[in-house]
């Protein structure tokens, strides 16, 4: 076990480039059991990749990873995803849509529950039942099977969850037919993921919208992809300079994507100047003040920058009022935050930030990948040491994000932990 190290109070200053999208990349990497064969560049090296590699290695994939690219051939496929890995990274769901669309059959863990809230599949497998597929629940796992093909369905989500959009638009192209998702999540990565399918053949209309329209085809040939820019860690470095202060240049800034979370750190009082469409430079020149976000999906205020948010607020001046609609647990955060001295009011799924002068440097814990994210983000502004206990959920979604922050002057030391939990 590692933990974090950081001496607060430094300010930020220099170029910083933003890594390829985690929640991009997995879902393009579990397409490639659709088309067989895979070149992804622009891989984040990341915990949550190397499962998910893992996992199609376990189900007969040849794997080939270098720096920032990964290669995918289908070998001697069996359809399953077991426990061990499932329970390691919940995405792991996404293999079922292509599994069953691929190979009529599959046996993949339900992903059971998580830190942050319930995260049910209800909805996926509502979908592809919809599309012919039988699914049984046994010993833990979702039993999923088709007679011949899946076959185009029109489907509306009772939600527009993402992972449910995603898994349904892989099973989608290789159906028979016309497929309709309604209420379709209209996350950036999602379209990423239908540009990804595109260069495959695949026939797909409408993502990025609520409607997403896909004409199942035989087959699909290679995916070669580039993987968007990673916006939640373009998120990341905008809070560490709210918090830390300074002057950053942040590459491969994909503003297009992050306009809610751009408008409302501007409202903060942040400087954020964009050089070119795919780089900003970002200042602090003052105080911030409180503002209120409520999370909503794409494209609202993302549920993934709520921790990281809360931690530059909890420093600015007055109050902020922040609301989480996504996921019903996502605060744990907050009780280390206020370990740190920040002034919190949780009520629901609301807490009222009062901005105190500083944050003071504690030991805490992180319970989640962007929990962990808020405190480092927080021990950057705040006086005096703060140390950050069980960084591997940290790790399964940054690369090398302390590596990162030291270049821009930070004091970030990765260190075994002393704690065997
Ligand atoms: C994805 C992202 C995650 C992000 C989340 C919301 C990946 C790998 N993860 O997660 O980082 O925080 O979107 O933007 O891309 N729900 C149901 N039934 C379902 C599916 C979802 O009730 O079948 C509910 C969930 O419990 C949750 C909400 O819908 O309350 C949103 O979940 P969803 O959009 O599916 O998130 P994920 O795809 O799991």
């Known amino acids: 076990m590692e933990k974090f190290v950081i001496k607060g109070g430094r300010e930020l200053h220099g170029r910083v480039k933003v890594s390829g999208s985690k929640n991009a990349s997995l879902p393009i990497l579990f397409a490639s059991i659709l088309t067989g064969e895979l070149d992804l560049s622009n891989v984040p090296a990341?915990?949550?990749?190397?499962?998910?590699?893992?996992?199609?290695?376990?189900m007969g994939f040849a794997v080939s990873r270098e720096p920032g690219r990964v290669k995918v051939k289908e070998g001697e496929v069996t359809p399953e995803a077991p426990y061990e890995l499932v329970k390691k990274m919940r995405a792991?769901?996404?293999?079922?849509?292509?599994?069953?669309?691929?190979?009529?059959?599959?046996?993949?863990?339900?992903?059971?529950?998580?830190?942050?809230?319930?995260?049910?599949?209800?909805?996926?497998?509502?979908?592809?039942?919809?599309?012919?597929?039988?699914?049984?629940?046994?010993h833990g796992y979702i039993v999923a099977s088709v007679n011949g093909r899946l076959k185009g369905a029109d489907i509306t989500l009772d939600f527009p969850t993402v992972g449910g959009t995603e898994n349904l638009l892989m099973a989608a192209t290789l159906a028979e037919g016309r497929t309709v998702i309604r209420n379709a999540a209209k996350?950036?990565?999602?379209?990423?993921?239908?540009?990804a399918l595109k260069s495959a053949g695949a026939h797909i209309e409408g993502e990025g919208t609520d409607v997403i329209v896909v004409e199942g085809e035989g087959e699909l040939s290679p995916i070669v992809h580039s993987v968007m820019p990673d916006r939640i860690e373009a998120g990341t470095f905008l809070s560490a300079v709210a918090t830390a202060g300074g002057d950053v240049v942040i590459e491969d800034f994909p503003s297009e994507t992050l306009g809610t979370v751009i408008d409302k750190f501007k409202e903060a009082g942040l400087e954020i100047e964009e050089l070119s469409p795919s780089e900003v430079r970002v200042r602090k020149r003052q105080r911030l003040k409180g503002t209120d976000i409520t999370t909503q999906p794409y494209p609202g205020f993302p549920t993934d920058m709520q921790a990281q948010f809360m931690a530059a607020m909890c420093t600015a001046d007055g109050v902020s009022v922040i609301k989480e609609t996504i996921f019903e647990n996502r605060f744990m955060h907050a009780l280390e935050l206020q370990r740190m001295g920040a002034d919190l009011k949780i009520e629901g799924n609301t807490v009222v930030v009062k901005g105190v002068e500083r944050l003071t440097g504690a030991k805490v814990t992180a319970t989640d990948l962007r929990a962990s994210a808020?405190?480092?983000?927080?021990?950057?502004?705040?006086?005096?040491?703060?140390e950050v206990y069980r960084i591997y959920h940290l790790d399964r979604g940054y690369e090398r994000l302390e590596e990162k922050l030291k270049a821009l002057g930070a004091e970030i030391e990765r260190v075994p932990s002393e704690l065997k939990y």
């Open 46 to 58: 990341l915990m949550d990749v190397a499962t998910t590699c893992d996992l199609l290695e376990h």
């Open 92 to 138: 792991s769901i996404l293999a079922l849509g292509p599994l069953l669309a691929r190979f009529g059959r599959a046996k993949v863990s339900l992903p059971g529950g998580c830190a942050i809230g319930l995260r049910p599949v209800d909805l996926h497998l509502k979908g592809l039942s919809k599309m012919g597929a039988e699914i049984e629940i046994s």
């Open 187 to 195: 996350e950036p990565e999602i379209v990423d993921l239908a540009k």
């Open 374 to 386: 808020s405190l480092v983000v927080a021990g950057l502004g705040a006086e005096n040491t703060t």
